[in-house]
């Protein structure tokens, strides 16, 4: 056992194969693979315990994720999310790991996790905001199981309608002036015919930070379309994040580079498209938009 690179809990860590990387099996911040130079860094960072919260808060949403360099990079700006963000991402997480009503969950070091919390003090105040609010209930008084009440599972359906009247999608994509060709006849067009309006927000690379109006339009948006084409971090990022606030993300490839997925994207139904054959791309992506979340209503002027 050796202290986790994130969190510090104690955790299995062993090499993958012959690759340069380590897998993590930590009890706060779940499964994920992290390459030598990321750790390097790492360890010559110094992160605060919000970076460490926000970072294990993020794997446990994104499991079986690697991180790289490049990542790390991006990982080391997350923003944090308010309290109450927090408090719902600890009743979804609920919710995901409850089998039927009426279940009492035994508490874990992963919840602390699940709210994107710096330590077991913190979760605790989330657990007594939700159990305030009527969302939770605790088995007993010293008992560390819970679980969700009617008037937390009608706090459910409301946050899961994320957007629901918005047409807007979000594109998170290679701002590279060879990939303009493509989204000008293929992803903005293929939006369109779907009946929702496409948003794509140009910018430099990341250096620094995470882009504020990314973070706004994403929340922004009824869902988005991620085309990871030149395997940008940002683009990870932004994917993740959406999937974070609970929005549906359309994944795309050029078919030339499907081959360089990183493995956490492999697992969805990518679709793959060829610079020559634009009108299949543009219709295989309006098709998958309606068929995932139904036809928009929005009419180009």
Partial sequence: MNPCPICEEQSQISRVGSSDANSVKCPRCG???IVRTALVNIKNTRLTARQRA????????????????????????????????RADKVLLSIEKNTEYAGQFLRREKRWISWGWCVNEDEIEEILQYLESTSRILKRSTGDRAYKIVPTGWAHLEEIKKVNSDSNQCFVA??????MQNTYD???SKGILDAGYKPHRVDQREYNDKIDDEI?????????????????????????????GLGLEVIFTCRKDDMENLHF???????????EDKFPDFRKNLSNRIERTLGRGNYQQN
Avoid at 57 to 79: A, C, D, H, M, Y
Wanted: proline share 2%; charged share 25%; hydrophobic share 40%.
């Fill in 54 to 85: 926000n970072i294990s808060g993020w794997l446990s949403e994104n499991q079986v994720f690697e991180i790289t360099r490049q990542k790390l990079e991006i990982l080391l700006f997350l923003p944090s999310p308010s309290f109450h963000e």
């Fill in 185 to 187: 006849n293929a992803i």
């Fill in 31 to 33: 499964n994920y693979n």
């Fill in 264 to 274: 956490d994207i492999r697992q969805y139904n990518c679709i793959d498209w060829e």
């Fill in 173 to 178: 994509m290679w701002f590279d002036d060879r």
């Fill in 215 to 243: 973070i706004v339009q994403i929340r922004r948006s009824h869902f988005i379309v991620a085309d990871f084409t030149g395997h940008r971090g940002g683009v990870y990022y932004e994917a993740g994040f959406a999937k």
